[in-house]
């Protein structure tokens, strides 16, 4: 079945730095890359998504690139903000289940310090 | 618009006890989850629903059921609680099941002892 890895685990920047997360997936086919952020106490929430037929997606300070043939997907934050703190998520869609499946990566714990 | 409601919050079981978490949408979504998160694995998919009258296993469904009640609602049964499946549990649901945003329950916090 597919797997999601997600790297790091955790990060720590400062306010106005840069952060990136990557991702790698394992079926080929899968088809559809979304990103999710989860606040303390909350259920996760869309922050972006791309496709498997779009390079790059940008809404703001976050974009998220794709390579097909690397299997891999990238979350980049330009200028962080404090309230960018929080666990962010990487998934995939698998072709297994014709799509109807989500699954996601450990997470990345992003610290943004003033 | 309530979205993704999930009932109870929070609870505790003794090992062997059993319990269902109830999970209902009003979004007339098709494709519904369950999900469990533990500290340093992420979210790990238990079951799924892609549509009415249909459920499927997900990567961790031992020790639990599923019944899509109707297209609502999706309830989590564990028939003998556990502590191993001391964790904190989502429900999601979607419109379709390919390429579409996932909505997610606030979560129910269990603890089995």
């Known amino acids: 079945g597919e797997n999601v890895e997600q790297h790091p685990s955790t990060l720590s920047v400062q306010e106005g730095d840069s952060a990136v997360i990557k991702c790698t997936y394992s079926?080929?086919?899968?088809?559809?890359f979304p990103w999710y952020k989860q606040e303390l106490g909350k259920g996760p929430q869309l922050i972006i998504d791309?496709?498997?037929?779009?390079g790059e997606k940008k809404d703001q300070r976050i974009a998220v690139t794709l390579n097909k043939t690397a299997k891999h997907f990238s979350l980049h934050i330009t200028e962080t903000q404090p309230e960018d703190s929080a666990v962010y998520f990487c998934?995939?869609?698998?072709?297994?289940?014709?799509?109807?499946?989500?699954?996601f990566g450990a997470g990345t714990r992003l610290a943004v310090h003033p | 618009n309530a979205g993704v409601t999930q009932t109870p919050k929070f609870q505790v079981l003794k090992t062997g006890q059993s319990m269902t978490l109830q999970c209902a949408q009003d979004?007339?979504?098709?494709?519904m989850y369950w999900y469990r998160q533990d500290p340093g694995m992420g979210l790990r998919l238990i079951y799924y629903?892609?549509?009415?009258?249909?459920?499927d296993k997900g990567e961790v469904p031992n020790g639990y059921n599923v019944s899509r009640l109707n297209k609502r609602e999706f309830s989590l049964r564990l028939e003998s609680a556990a502590p191993s499946q001391t964790s904190v549990y989502f429900c999601?649901?979607?419109?379709?099941?390919?390429?579409?945003?996932?909505?997610f329950g606030q979560g129910t916090r269990l603890t089995v002892v």
């Open positions: 999601a649901s979607r419109l379709g099941g390919e390429n579409t945003e996932a909505f």
């Open positions: 079926d080929s086919a899968s088809n559809y």
């Open positions: 791309i496709r498997s037929n779009v």
């Open positions: 998934a995939a869609s698998p072709f297994s289940g014709g799509y109807n499946k989500l699954i």
């Open positions: 979004m007339n979504h098709n494709s």
């Open positions: 629903s892609a549509s009415e009258g249909t459920t």
